[in-house]
T-cell receptor
Framework: GAVVSQHPSWVICKSGTSVKIECRSL??????MFWYRQFPKQSLMLMAT?????????EQGVEKDKFLINHASLTLSTLTVTSAHPEDSSFYIC????????????FGPGTRLTVT | QKEVEQNSGPLSVPEGAIASLNCTYS??????FFWYRQYSGKSPELIMS????GDKEDGRFTAQLNKASQYVSLLIRDSQPSDSATYLC????????????FGTGTRLTIIP
């Protein structure tokens, strides 16, 4: 149980284009999902908290117009990196809050984005 | 001041020995604690959660929580080379904030 998937697992795009990353909770409903970014050999950085049916809450310093988050259903949240630039190249990971009443977060496998 | 602190390591432990990973936290309202394992290039994987003072055992893993001293630890018995990874400690405040605060992680290497 508590499986979270992400798609795609890796993507290469050209500078200026947009990329959409999907995060799905496969065997539970997740009213809350989180999006993280991790650069090589660095800690996880929380980008935003995504709640089903409402606007995402972004962390300080994260541009909400650049990183569009949509949590349209209880099993799907998407992150769109708009007008991507090489500095956006990173490992993007989502997590979902377990629906069992506990506070465990389960992470997806991550999406490695490379912007050329 | 970091809210969750871990020794970055690397921590080297012989195969078969007990690996002990420690974490301290500064926010007294933190109520829930988690240990994640992250292999290089992969996403974190939940190993243990602990909510109450004392020990919680799951297979070779034991999590320990002492809220008075504000520390959490993870013991790995009979360490295996496959346990070599970075271990992340995370704290959650249950007061309407579901965000995890992560430590920077401890890199553990099990020596065959």
């Amino acid at each position: 149980g508590a499986v979270v998937s992400q798609h795609p697992s890796w993507v290469i795009c050209k500078s200026g284009t947009s990329v959409k990353i999907e995060c799905r909770s496969l065997d539970f409903q997740a009213t809350t999902m989180f999006w993280y970014r991790q650069f090589p050999k660095q800690s996880l950085m929380l980008m935003a908290t995504s709640n089903e049916g409402s606007k995402a809450t972004y962390e300080q310093g994260v541009e909400k117009d650049k990183f569009l988050i949509n949590h349209a259903s209880l099993t799907l949240s998407t992150l769109t990196v708009t007008s991507a630039h090489p500095e956006d190249s990173s490992f993007y990971i989502c997590s979902a809050l377990s629906g069992t009443g506990g506070y465990e977060q389960y992470f997806g496998p991550g999406t490695r984005l490379t912007v050329t | 001041q970091k809210e969750v602190e871990q020794n970055s390591g690397p921590l080297s432990v012989p195969e078969g020995a007990i690996a002990s990973l420690n974490c301290t936290y500064s926010d007294r309202v933190s109520q829930s604690f988690f240990w994640y394992r992250q292999y290089s290039g992969k996403s974190p994987e939940l190993i243990m959660s602990i909510y109450s003072n004392g020990d919680k055992e799951d297979g070779r893993f034991t999590a320990q929580l002492n809220k008075a001293s504000q520390y959490v630890s993870l013991l790995i018995r009979d360490s295996q080379p496959s346990d070599s990874a970075t271990y992340l400690c995370a704290a959650l405040s249950n007061f309407g904030n579901e965000k995890l605060t992560f430590g920077t992680g401890t890199r553990l290497t099990i020596i065959p």
